[in-house]
C-alpha cells in the first residue's frame, strides 16, 4: 500500500467510511478493507463493517496512520480497482458536457473540479497528459465520491477526445484569465468541452488557439483570475442552464 501511493495505476486507496460507502454504492467492491479496532466499536464502523461483502483487516491505529495522510479521515483505508482508459471510455452525447483539464498538477483541485463537473450534469472528464493522476488519494478524497462514478479519461490528446466525438462534434471551450468574451456576453450551447489549464502557467497556447470560444470571467482589480474550480461552476451553471 505504500507501495501504492507513490504508484500511478489501476488501484487506489480509499480513505475514511464515506469514501468507502460510495464505493460501495458506485459498485466498487473493495479488494481489501483495513479497520482499527477502535472504529469496529464505534456506530459508524459497525454500519460500514455491515456492508463490506467480507470481513475487513484490524490493524493497530498507528499502522493504518502510517498508510494514511496526515488529514485522511481516521479509522479505515480500502484498496479498490480504478482502471482508467482513453477517451474511447468516455460515453458520447448529443448535448455532452466535457471538462478537459489540461496539466493540473493539485490532486485536490482535480477532486473539487470533478465533484463539480457531476454536480452540474458534465457527461465526463478528459485529462491531458501530464495532469494529476485521478486515483490520487487527495484527489478522491476532495471529490467526495465523484470520482468514483463520473466517466474519466486520461492521457487524452485534444485531437483523440475530437475524433470520440466526432458524431456529435463539440464546441471547444478555452477558459482564459483575460481577453476572451465575458460570460455575461457568450452564446454558450452544447455539445461543449469546457478546456481549464493548469495553476499557474494556464491553458496550453494550443489548446487556447484550438478552441472555438475563448471565454472570460471577468473580476474586480486587483483579483486577477478566480480559482479554476470556481470558474468551472460559474461556465458549468450557465452551459446547463442553457
Known sequence: MRRL???????ALLEG???IHEALAAGHQPELVLVTPEFCDRPEGQELIGTLPAEPTRIAPELLDSLTDSDSPRGALALVELPRGGPEGLPRADDGLYLYLDRLQDP???GALARTAE???ATGLALAPGTVDPNHARALRASAGSLLRIPVAVGTEP???DRHLENSPPAWIALVPRGGVTLDRAALSRPAVLAIGAEGPGLAEELVARADLRLTIP???PVESLNATVAAALV???LRRG
Open 5 to 11: 501511493r507513490r504508484c500511478k495505476g489501476d488501484h
Open 17 to 19: 467510511p464515506h469514501l
Open 108 to 110: 485536490g483541485n482535480l
Open 119 to 121: 454536480a452540474f450534469d
Open 159 to 161: 485531437e483523440a477526445l
Open 219 to 221: 473580476v474586480a482589480e
Open 236 to 238: 458549468l451553471y450557465e
